[in-house]
């Protein structure tokens, strides 16, 4: 049984880049959430995506946009790249949008230049 | 908002020490609790949660216990190995917006 798997694994931009990362999640889910780590810190919750649609979004600009597909993987998007948003970005995964136990990927590891 | 707040590290313990790591949380409602561990240059793997007070969440002889009078989640283990080394994170989940609130977590060192 998969689980939640990213590609890719890591990634060097610059500022003002373009950059997709991608997700598909553990098998039967079909909830998909985007965290922000920064170094030394603690997840940071930028959105959630269930049905094809945004659900909730967390305190991040609308640099940072999403789609998920019908197959249930998905994107994360973030234009105009900044220094400060280089960090890991974990995608997560749930059984569905009721259910509150969240699977990780490995995460992309985004480095800004 | 809610939050979450656990013991600063690195924490350096020698192999088979009793490990505790503490944490507290503020929430306007009945989260559940996580305990989610990051070995180095990876993901996080869910160690263990519990859904309601009292509970007790266990998973590889680690332990917590949802404590809803003291708000507190604190993590333990017995007796700790070398390959316990990680950095811990406790989280809750914020049931009105569907998403985990971390804490900063905290590094684990276990010497032989």
């Known amino acids: 049984d998969a689980g939640v798997t990213q590609s890719p694994t890591h990634l060097i931009k610059t500022r003002g880049q373009q950059v997709t990362l991608r997700c598909s999640p553990k098998?039967?889910?079909?909830?998909v959430s985007w965290y922000q780590q920064a170094l030394g810190q603690g997840p940071q919750f930028i959105f959630q995506?269930?049905?094809?649609?945004?659900?909730q979004r967390g305190n991040f600009p609308d640099r940072f946009s999403g789609h998920q597909f019908p197959n249930y993987s998905s994107e994360l998007n973030v234009n105009a790249l900044l220094l400060g948003d280089s960090a890991l970005y974990l995608c997560?995964?749930?059984?569905?949008?009721?259910?509150?136990?969240?699977?990780f990927g490995p995460g992309t590891r985004l480095l800004v230049l | 908002g809610d939050s979450v707040t656990q013991m600063e590290g690195p924490v350096t313990l020698s192999e088979e020490a009793f490990l505790t790591i503490n944490c507290t949380y503020t929430?306007?409602?009945?989260?559940?609790l996580f305990w989610y561990v990051q070995y180095p240059g990876e993901g996080l793997q869910l160690l263990l949660k519990?859904?309601?007070?009292?509970d007790k969440g266990s998973n590889k002889g680690f332990e917590a216990t949802y404590r809803k009078e003291t708000t507190s989640f604190h993590l333990e283990k017995g007796s700790v190995q070398v390959s316990d080394s990680a950095v811990y994170f406790c989280?809750?989940?914020?049931?009105?917006?569907?998403?985990?609130?971390f804490g900063k977590g905290t590094k684990l060192s276990v010497k032989p």
């Open positions: 995506y269930y049905e094809e649609e945004e659900r």
């Open positions: 929430a306007t409602g009945y989260p559940s």
């Open positions: 098998s039967g889910h079909d909830t």
């Open positions: 989280a809750l989940s914020d049931r009105s917006q569907g998403n985990l609130i």
């Open positions: 997560a995964s749930s059984l569905s949008l009721l259910q509150e136990t969240q699977y």
């Open positions: 519990a859904t309601k007070a009292d």
